[in-house]
């Protein structure tokens, strides 16, 4: 077992490091969306999609 791991220990590391990155990304984004912000990061002003993101 601690050959693996020392013989695979940059691919665990590098898997575990974009495991937490991509759930602090997706935590944000929830976080953003109870908020009520837009996902995208840009206002609605201007945007072509407005009218399929707030439909009424």
């Given at each position: ?42 206002g609605c002003a201007n945007c072509a999609m407005s009218a399929e993101c707030h439909r009424?």
């Amino acid at each position: 077992m601690f050959e693996f791991l020392s013989a695979n220990a940059g691919t665990i590391i590098v898997s575990i490091a974009l495991l937490i990155i991509i759930s602090l990304v997706v935590r944000s984004m929830i976080i953003s969306k109870k908020k009520g912000k837009s996902t995208c990061g840009c206002g609605c002003a201007n945007c072509a999609m407005s009218a399929e993101c707030h439909r009424k």
